[in-house]
């Protein structure tokens, strides 16, 4: 028995829950930087409630709106010179993952210098700028977590910040600006805390809180499965109510307490280079490996499998292959050059190190191979 | 959906845990309380643990041991004032419930001057020392709380401080320390736990999170029950393993994350009575009411008891009750005007105004009274 428990993020779940507890904000700092992308934000309602809930306790704010998908180092950066400049002394990030990943790294940037052949060195002192998050997808759980996974052009891939500084404050789940989502992202997304949930029960940090909660993420996220099947069916994507949005908000939240706790394994590993080199949104990218990686640790290890599949009502991980090719529709084109490519690059992760279960690359090309297959 | 997550204790979980973990002292403090009973701390170990941890970090430490079960308002006091006299900057309770929950008052009271009729009032600044905890029993959850409960002799009867600030700053599990636990004190903590566990599901207050974690923490309790049974049959308390007190200690941990979240309810209500005037051990209080208590949901919410009853495998709150039976033995004596007397005291408590099902007076007298028919 070896094992560790964090999360010290405050989560405020409910409908409204920013407008009603705008004093919580007070505790945060007198000038608050919103950081988010160019759009969502605004036409889901988050950012007008974040400002909202600002003016109502009187704490004045810019907005950094310059957040793109899979932020860059350089974007980061760019957001904690603004803030530095305009003396800002907390984080409020909007959006999925990408805002909320900028602004950890811009909450850590602008409280401390760090030069960016150090950013993922965890080599730095203990100062950031207290956070408040407001997740408007459901699927990363960045909003309370330790991560921040940056675009790396140097190392080609994306690499994580991690460091128990960029555990946000507070937490904000309201799942009325997850509902407007495409049908694409909801699925996508839905995967990622998916990938998550299993991928932390595959991880050698699994301990008995993190399968608590990845049990539940995984049963909650099958529960709104049939109406992603039926909305793909039917073309009409009006099939999620509030109900089923807020099931997904909070199985995505689960699954980012989990991999607080245990990180990822071998699955997020393979997949950052599907994002990186070919742009393959990064819940999908997980979920093209996810089913591939499940049957590998059928074979080696059928009774951890087999808690993951139980959780899923299935009994073999082959079942959890069809499901996911029904969600995932038409796969990409990959080339064997691809291939040996991100195999290589994959299996030097500590991703790969941190999985029970630890693929050879020999291992992962098969995986790669199989999971483009059509 | 309407909810709250938040528990910001680190849980360091682990064999030497303690030692092996000493720097995380040096961020507590410069001096040391070590609050803790007159005995099991010293013969379980634990406290040479931590002091040995201390001295690898060159921290001086002093000890209040005169903790007794159930602590009182006067023990805290007094505490405190040794405290403060002291100049120790952090508090390292050691033990069972009473030292940890004396523990809190402790670090509240040295930190901060709060009259004793205001105590309960949640009323005062927000200054507390740093909080380590070792617990060695499994079953109070104290660890990872903001509740600290008192011994209230003008309101006779226990009475909790709830405050985040009570939430310890670091919790370290070593299921060793639980070895040598006789087996009545095995299942009234067991027990106790349990109760936490399946309250959680009961309160107003439960959701997808703090379910999750019940859920978890039942099944592992019940895994353990067949060795108690076995172990009240033969006479002999050496069936229980380290791994089961592990199972034990990690179960005990999850119900502590729960009510963390939700509170307790109806059960604790009308426990808290015997404990005070029947002086009967506070887990197995509540294992007498807990079956009684399930019957009523039974009988009102049929799924929410069903989805309890399903994570002990039992498919009617009877067979819970005829298990709590076998694993309690014979009843104590009650009187009907004491039956009068803890129904109406219980009836007031905010504990029953956090129940999903909510007993009146006279249910409250139906569930005492049959509790210990014989």
Redesign the interface.
């Known amino acids: 028995?070896?094992?560790?428990?964090?999360?010290?993020t405050?989560?405020?779940?409910?409908?409204d829950?920013i407008t009603k507890n705008s004093e919580l904000f007070l505790a945060l700092g007198k000038k608050a930087l919103l950081v988010t992308g160019a759009q969502s934000a605004k036409r889901n309602g988050s950012e007008k409630d974040v400002k909202t809930a600002l003016e109502a306790v009187d704490i004045p704010y810019l907005v950094f709106d310059k957040v793109m998908s899979n932020p860059t180092i350089a974007c980061v950066y760019e957001g904690a010179a603004f803030a530095k400049e305009n003396g800002v002394d907390f984080i409020i990030a909007i959006g999925g993952g990408s805002p909320m990943d900028a602004g950890k790294a811009i909450a850590l940037l602008a409280a401390q210098d760090i030069e960016e052949g150090n950013l993922f060195s965890g080599n730095y002192g203990n100062k950031v700028l207290p956070m408040a998050f407001v997740p408007t997808t459901a699927g990363t759980g960045s909003e309370v977590t330790q991560y921040s996974i940056l675009t790396n052009d140097k190392a080609q891939t994306k690499t994580s910040i991690a460091s128990d500084l960029l555990f946000p404050t507070v937490t904000f789940l309201d799942?009325k600006y997850t509902e407007h989502l495409g049908l694409s992202t909801t699925i996508n997304t839905a995967i990622d805390a998916l990938s998550h949930a299993v991928e932390g029960m595959l991880s050698v940090k699994a301990?008995?809180?993190s399968?608590?909660?990845a049990?539940?993420?995984i049963r909650?996220i099958m529960n709104c499965v049939p109406n992603m099947l039926q909305a793909l069916q039917s073309g009409s994507e009006r099939v999620f109510n509030l109900k089923q949005r807020?099931q997904l908000l909070?199985?995505s939240?689960?699954a980012g307490?989990v991999i607080a706790q245990t990180g990822t394994t071998a699955v997020h590993a393979m997949g950052y280079s599907l994002t990186y080199f070919k742009h393959i949104d990064h819940g999908r990218a997980n979920g093209l490996l996810l089913g591939e990686y499940l049957k590998l640790v059928e074979k080696v290890e059928p009774d951890l499998a087999g808690r993951i599949l139980a959780a899923m009502n299935f009994s073999e991980a082959e079942q959890f292959q069809v499901l996911l090719s029904q969600l995932l529709g038409e796969k990409e084109e990959i080339s064997s050059a691809e291939i040996e490519q991100y195999s290589k690059q994959a299996s030097q992760t500590k991703n790969i190190a941190n999985s029970v279960v630890k693929p050879t690359e020999e291992d992962i090309k098969t995986m790669l191979t199989l999971s483009f297959a059509k």
């Open positions: 028995m070896k094992n560790k428990y964090y999360m010290p405050r989560v405020i779940i409910g409908d829950c799942a301990s008995s809180v399968n608590a909660l049990v539940a993420s909650m807020e909070q199985a939240l689960m307490m």
